[in-house]
């Protein structure tokens, strides 16, 4: 629905999105209704539909939001050299990414079971996206002959998975810095794919 001029869905279209992703992080998609984030927003129930046509479209959008920076940033960032630089590289741009964005990845993760089949397929392309260029490292580094795997694939997986929980536990104001959190993070991937 085309907004009239001088409206402001800049200012409310995003304030729809961050009060979703909120409640969605915190009670789960199924338990939010589009009176809960209108309220949360400070604006009627009809008007969010100015903004998105439903619920599943929001919770798409968000979905969608989150690869898609993942992937810009992925793609700006210094990952290069050996395979065993890259993977470090990558290892250390995985943890600052994710850390401040914990509501974004809870949901990226944990409401994929709430997409409609066509929009699951669509997010999960962008997900291999970014897991393909991680199994590209390891794949390089078996070619290298410093990494011994199993299976690429599992291995892609399980790394990304163990990179990913950090934002289950992690607390700025715990006793671990993330410089400190980074390198037993580094040091446990590298043990995990080094040749004997």
């Known amino acids: 629905m085309a907004r009239k001029q001088g409206s402001h869905s800049d200012i409310t ?3 729809v999105r961050d009060a ?10 199924a338990a939010v ?5 209108a309220a949360e927003v400070g604006v009627q129930a009809g008007a969010l ?4 046509p439903d619920k599943q479209s929001l919770l798409f959008d968000l979905m969608c939001t989150h690869m898609d920076e993942l992937l810009a940033a992925l793609a700006d960032a210094p990952i290069y050299g050996t395979a065993m630089a890259r993977l470090e590289a990558f ?4 943890i ?3 850390l401040p964005r914990r509501d974004q990845v809870f949901v990226s993760y944990m ?3 709430n997409l409609t089949p066509e929009n699951f397929a669509k997010v999960e392309a962008l997900r291999r996206q970014y897991e393909d260029a991680l199994e590209t490292i390891l794949k390089d580094g078996e070619a290298e002959g410093v990494f011994a795997l ?3 694939r599992v291995s892609t997986l399980a790394l990304i998975a163990l990179l990913t929980g950090i934002t289950n536990w992690y607390r700025a104001n715990g006793r671990l810095s993330i410089a400190e959190v980074e390198e037993i993070y580094w040091s446990l991937v590298r043990k995990a794919v080094v040749a004997a």
């Open 13 to 15: 279209g995003p304030k």
């Open 20 to 29: 979703a992703l909120r409640l969605i992080a915190r009670h789960g998609c």
């Open 33 to 37: 209704s589009m009176r809960q984030i």
């Open 49 to 52: 539909y100015n903004y998105t």
């Open 91 to 94: 290892t250390r741009f995985h």
């Open 96 to 98: 600052r990414f994710h």
């Open 111 to 113: 409401e994929l079971r």
């Open 150 to 152: 199993p299976d690429t």
